[in-house]
DNA sequence: TACTTTCTTGAACGATCGCTCAAGTATATA
DNA sequence: TATATACTTGAGCGATCGTTCAAGAAAGTA
């Protein structure tokens, strides 16, 4: 008996993420959002509930896509190969609505002022920081890191040099790719076993 | 003949930049400025001009401070002491309004909204990097540094790290000063000659 | 074809946004 | 003390904010 929706809900939340990457939570206005999904506020607010709603699930899609493009890297070319090649990869090419990241983005702006939202970006950083413990784990397994290092110190350095990178790729000026060349020689060091 | 403003225009500019670094451009609004600047509209307009006006003072005069505490710590301690104290000193105590650095956090958020005021911070972080550049140079010429590093790279990459080390700061369950303090330490191996 | 159910439309809500301006108040000179 | 010259006050401007909802359109069942 119902109507089917004229719209795909995936590719409108894939969308909704892209414009709330590039231009945050206050800077996308509802007009925006209905612009860009091409949605009356009616249909917006059925879809999707709210504004808040929307960007939980921008936020949710986004996360999911950085842990698939580093586990796709890992699958392909080993942990520390992965570690090195996603620095890269995050401020390559302009495929991507901005090279900062959104989780980064949003902490920032929304940490005084949406708890909610704010919380649950930070909650991503944490899981993507464990991910690559593991991945440092799994290259300390291989022999390609030192034994002698902690994974988790080094997951929270790598997080740390990759927040800067993506900083400091959405600058006019700097030289992004040379830091990420910097991150990733720095891991290729690692596994020498030098007093520090 | 006339009559004295009844605030001091320096004092009102320190307010109003700390509540910006703290939240943001449009997570703050006049109504916010009025009660912390204890102004009315009309004499904030009087006095300012407009909220953009504002915020590009109050973002001069945090580009200020910064570089002060800088020069005041290479004056203390040296040119390499001041790079290994920075990191410490600007996640350090709750007497900032905000661990993040207010001219990132200016140029994520205003980037694609506000060109004006999103390239005024980022000429500010590339003057900040210049000073880098230029301790990094005089500790070269102490003999601190050696000479087979190229100082604007340095800086470049000094820069990248305190701009993460400064999300990561922001961020709730994090151990910053454990972050600050490798990057310190890695200040220090650059004395050696080692192959690299 | 009639009916039901859902989706779509878009006018309009109250709140807040940044900002203006006319009227009132205080102070220094004369 | 009178006058000129600021500065201060706060009501209120038009625009936009996120959101609601009643009315109309489309599609599956009977």
Redesign the interface.
């Known amino acids: 008996m119902p109507r089917k929706p004229a719209y795909d809900k995936n590719t409108l939340i894939d969308r909704a993420r892209d414009l709330f990457w ?3 939570w ?2 996308t206005s509802l007009k925006d959002l209905e612009r860009t999904l091409g949605l009356n506020p009616g249909s917006f607010y059925a879809a999707f509930g709210s504004k808040d709603k929307l960007f939980e699930l921008a936020l949710d899609r986004y996360a999911q896509g950085g842990t698939k493009r580093l586990r796709d890297l890992a699958a392909e070319h080993g942990a520390l190969g992965a570690l090195q090649r996603y620095p890269g990869l995050v401020i390559d090419g302009s495929s991507t609505p ?1 090279k ?1 990241c959104m989780l ?2 949003t ?3 929304l ?3 949406n708890d909610q939202l704010a ?1 649950r970006a ?1 909650a991503h ?2 899981n993507m920081e464990n991910l690559f413990a593991d991945l440092f784990r799994e290259a300390q397994a291989a022999g390609e890191v030192s034994d002698r290092y902690d994974a988790d ?1 080094l997951a ?2 790598y ?7 993506r ?2 790729a ?6 992004a790719k ?2 990420a060349d ?1 991150i990733a020689a720095r891991l290729a060091e690692l596994a020498h076993h030098e007093a520090s």
């Not at 959405?170 to 030289?175: A, F, K, L, N």
């Open positions: 590039k231009q945050g206050a800077g901005a900062a980064a983005k902490v920032l702006e940490k005084n002022q919380a930070n950083l944490s110190a929270r350095r997080q740390s040099d990759l927040l800067g990178l900083v400091s959405e600058r006019v000026g700097v030289d040379a830091i910097e």
